[in-house]
């Protein structure tokens, strides 16, 4: 960043350093002093007051980090922030300058408590990686944070686990107070299957006895649940078989079908009966679960959570330290000051830079994303720039957005809305990009010269050309009417006065081309005699001296040329990229200037070699004699024109001499003679 026009001034106590940068006096960051003590510098000298996180050519999440307060918008107090926190937990502030994307421990300040903070939280990352080199690198924390990321999938997936542990899923708290009410009751009866099975004589005894029955069969048998609950749960048989779904104890009916429901259909869902050990299987999952096992886990679990979350904390911290330390710097260069748009290094673009548009043989460097076309709309033909608006779309990011590209050099002759034109971003992909608008500024002053005869030009092109279509349209439909006509007189009376009629208005034709023409050398005539009008009003000036004619040429130039040119070069010394940028959320506090000499950095032209080889398709060249034949006969003619119109007697050429009127002399008085003879 080149210095000049220096000055030192004071705020508060840091001395701060000045310069001259795009025309416009602003402060200049160079040290880690500067970037410490930025909360003394005053906020009506800072070149932006806010800038958005999106749309730039920087880091999201670096600026996702300073939004302090989520509103998408990185404004002077995050700024100061951010600097106030990296320069105290820094032993050396200059090394934010460079850039770089690893820390070393040694250059953390552990008196700060900031510093302290961040040296524990690296270390502890850097013993992960199972390294103790004393520094830490962005591709460090980013393999930490995946190895963390996949840690997470694993906490998830124990947790299912845990989940999975439950015998029964969400019916497990059901089934374990189910199968504690019937636990004893078939315990009980397969101790008295097992009996039978043994001794096939004592069946009857271990079986309900008709007798028990009969003793309450008098009463209502609704209101002897209690007793009947007491007979075993099922008929008892030698095989030790409990059937599901029959000869089941009424009073345990209701019981026993939760039971079934909730645990024995999952474990055995085609069994019609179960034994024992089947039994055994069921209820030895519900104590495994019961007596803890997966508290157990969820003890581990939750010790899990915590050392992750002080590892997340870990990795938060050394990241945002790492991201600010490796870009800070470069977002004050384009915050605070414009360095890296004024700098015009190829590696050190502006934020803002977007990329680079190509059309009609220039390259234009200062491209800019357009977020909200209404308000460009309206803010950014404010910035006296010639601005190309393109929308652009990429296949192969299948994205599409658009830009604005300012014109600073060439002309304007082919650029106009749907022309097609090739973007390339800031990571050198194509995009394909149609103009979808135009602001019309002037781009230089020699550019401002010739604007107003082209315009001239292409006004009178564009005249001729609608009048001759006009024209030709109009004689079309004529002659197509008369060929109707002919047509059906020939049809009816196909003689010679046809023939005639034909030619009569063949003839007509013939004479309205000659009245045309006719008319458009009226004109010429009525042209040069304002000319003439003109050269008449200075004819004592043009006839002084013979080098007059060339200054009143000259005069005539500047006053056809002179207004546009000096508008052009009030405009462009006023040229101002602000508007542009406030239009696409930024807070610009200082002008951003463009102009003449600088703009022409922005916008290279296409530059030729001289081409020794034949063109054997080139337009065959007129022959020099042909050519000054051709000139003679042009300059011939305007000599005529002016010298038959009697022009040039303003330049002592008339065409005709004009008589001089000459005085008729005064009469020759004679003084009378006196009559001597009357004395005599």
Avoid at 212 to 241: H, W
Avoid at 363 to 383: E, R
Avoid at 483 to 510: F, I, M, N, R, S
Avoid at 611 to 625: E, F, I, Q, R, T
Wanted: with cysteine; net charge negative.
């Amino acid at each position: 960043m080149a210095k000049k026009n220096i000055l030192f001034g004071k705020a508060n106590s840091h001395e701060w350093t000045f310069a001259s940068i795009g025309g416009v006096t602003r402060v200049t960051i160079n040290s880690g002093e500067d970037i410490a003590h930025l909360d003394e510098l005053d906020q009506k000298l800072w070149t932006v007051l806010s800038c958005p996180v999106k749309g730039l050519e920087f880091d999201e999440g670096t600026l996702k980090l300073m939004d302090l307060d989520g509103d998408e918008k990185i404004r002077v107090n995050e700024v100061v922030a951010a600097s106030k926190w990296l320069t105290g937990a820094l032993k050396d502030s200059d090394k934010l300058l460079a850039g770089e994307d690893f820390i070393s421990f040694e250059d953390l300040n552990e008196e700060n408590e900031d510093g302290a903070a961040v040296l524990a939280s690296g270390k502890r990352l850097l013993s992960k990686l199972g390294r103790d080199d004393g520094k830490i690198s962005l591709s460090d924390v980013a393999e930490i944070k995946a190895a963390f990321d996949e840690k997470i999938k694993e906490k998830d997936d124990a947790t299912a686990a845990v989940v999975d542990d439950r015998p029964y899923g969400d019916n497990t708290d059901d089934a374990i107070n189910a199968i504690s009410a019937l636990r004893d009751k078939v315990a009980d009866y397969f101790m008295r299957c097992k009996l039978i099975a043994f001794d096939e004589e004592c069946s009857e005894a271990v079986d309900v006895s008709v007798e028990k029955i009969q003793a309450i069969s008098e009463k209502n048998l609704a209101t002897c649940s209690d007793q009947i609950a007491d007979y075993p749960l099922a008929r008892p048989n030698k095989e030790v078989k409990l059937f599901l779904d029959k000869g089941i104890n009424p009073a345990w009916q209701e019981t026993f079908d939760k039971v079934k429901t909730l645990t024995l259909k999952v474990d055995y869902p085609d069994a019609e009966s179960i034994d024992e050990a089947q039994w055994n299987a069921v209820t030895a999952k519900i104590d495994a679960y019961v007596t803890g096992m997966a508290d157990d886990k969820n003890v581990k679990i939750e010790n899990f959570d915590k050392e992750m979350e002080e590892e997340d904390a870990d990795i938060k911290l050394v990241n945002k330290f790492l991201h600010l330390y490796r870009d800070f710097y470069k977002l004050l260069k384009n915050y605070v000051v414009f360095s890296d748009f004024y700098t015009r290094d190829n590696e050190k673009l502006a934020v803002f830079q977007c990329g680079r548009l190509y059309i009609d043989q220039r390259c234009c460097d200062l491209c800019v994303k357009v977020s909200d076309m209404s308000k460009h709309a309206d803010m950014a033909g404010l910035s006296g720039m010639y601005l190309i608006y393109c929308h652009c779309k990429s296949k192969v990011k299948a994205a599409e957005m658009d830009i604005v590209a300012a014109l600073t050099d060439g002309d304007v002759d082919d650029l106009r809305v749907g022309k097609n034109a090739l973007f390339y971003d800031r990571s050198g992909q194509d995009w394909d990009a149609t103009v979808t608008k135009i602001v019309d500024n002037p781009i230089s002053i020699r550019q401002a010269f010739w604007s107003p005869y082209k315009k001239l030009g292409k006004f009178i092109s564009d005249k001729i050309t609608k009048n001759a279509a006009d024209k030709e349209a109009k004689k079309m439909d004529e002659l197509t009417a008369k060929a109707d006509t002919a047509t059906d007189k020939l049809a009816t009376a196909p003689d010679a006065a046809t023939d005639a009629a034909v030619k009569t208005e063949e003839k007509k034709g013939q004479m309205f081309d000659i009245a045309k023409f006719a008319g458009i050398f009226a004109a010429i005539g009525l042209a040069l005699g304002a000319i003439g009008g003109a050269l008449a009003a200075l004819g004592g000036f043009v006839t002084a001296k013979w080098y007059n004619i060339i200054l009143l040429v000259a005069a005539v130039v500047i006053f056809v040329s002179g207004p546009s040119m000096f508008l052009a070069w009030l405009k462009l010394r006023k040229r101002n990229l602000g508007p542009v940028l406030n239009a696409n959320g930024w807070a610009i506090n200082a002008q951003v200037r463009v102009n003449t000499a600088f703009g022409a950095t922005l916008t290279s032209l296409a530059k030729y070699p001289l081409v020794k080889l034949p063109d054997p398709y080139a337009d065959k060249k007129m022959p020099l004699w042909k050519k000054i034949l051709i000139t003679l006969v042009v300059l011939g003619g305007i000599f005529c024109a002016l010298y038959f119109t009697n022009t040039l007697k303003y330049v002592g050429l008339p065409f005709k001499k004009e008589a001089v009127e000459v005085e008729a002399p005064a009469p020759d008085v004679q003084a009378p003679v006196e009559d001597t003879t009357q004395l005599a």
